[in-house]
C-alpha cells in the first residue's frame, strides 16, 4: 500500500467519530489534517504521516530511526511533531491514536 493509500485507510479509521474532522474541511496550513475538536493530531505531509505527540515520544521514535521532526518549511524541527519515515514499522493507527490522545489532553 502507498503512503497515500495508507493516510486514507486512516482517515477512513478515523472519520464518523464524534469531534474528528477530515482533511479537506480547511485550507492552508493543516489542509491534509485530521483534527480532534479543531485541533490537529495526524496530517499527509510530502508524502509522510504527520503526528503531534509529546516531546518525549517523539525524541524516542526519532532516536529510533522511525522519522524525524518535522519542519513546516520555517526552519525549524518542531519539538512535538513527528514526520514518521515511510519505512518504519510502526503502525501507523496505533501512533494516531496516541496523537489524539495527546492533542485531547491539552
Same mark, same amino acid.
Given at each position: 500500500? %502507498?503512503?497515500?493509500? &495508507?493516510?486514507?485507510?486512516?482517515? *477512513?479509521?478515523? /472519520?464518523?467519530?464524534?469531534? $474528528?474532522?477530515?482533511?479537506?474541511? /480547511?485550507?492552508? +496550513?493543516? &489542509? /491534509?489534517?485530521? !483534527?480532534?475538536?479543531? !485541533? $490537529?493530531?495526524? =496530517? +499527509?505531509?510530502?508524502?509522510?504521516?504527520?503526528?503531534? #505527540?509529546?516531546?518525549? &515520544?517523539? *525524541?524516542?521514535?526519532?532516536?529510533?530511526?522511525?522519522?524525524? &521532526? +518535522? *519542519?513546516?518549511?520555517?526552519?525549524?524541527? =518542531?519539538?512535538?511533531?513527528?514526520?514518521?519515515?515511510? *519505512? %518504519?514499522?510502526?503502525?501507523?493507527?496505533? #501512533? @494516531?491514536?496516541? @496523537?489524539?490522545?495527546?492533542?485531547?489532553? !491539552?
Amino acid at each position: 500500500m %502507498s503512503p497515500e493509500e &495508507r493516510f486514507e485507510a486512516l482517515v *477512513d479509521e478515523f /472519520t464518523g467519530r464524534p469531534g $474528528i474532522t477530515p482533511p479537506g474541511a /480547511t485550507g492552508g +496550513f493543516g &489542509r /491534509t489534517a485530521l !483534527r480532534a475538536q479543531g !485541533r $490537529i493530531f495526524a =496530517m +499527509f505531509v510530502r508524502g509522510q504521516l504527520v503526528l503531534k #505527540l509529546p516531546k518525549a &515520544r517523539v *525524541d524516542a521514535l526519532v532516536e529510533a530511526g522511525h522519522g524525524v &521532526r +518535522f *519542519d513546516a518549511n520555517k526552519g525549524t524541527p =518542531m519539538k512535538e511533531w513527528l514526520a514518521l519515515a515511510n *519505512d %518504519s514499522p510502526e503502525p501507523w493507527p496505533a #501512533l @494516531a491514536e496516541e @496523537a489524539l490522545e495527546f492533542v485531547g489532553k !491539552r
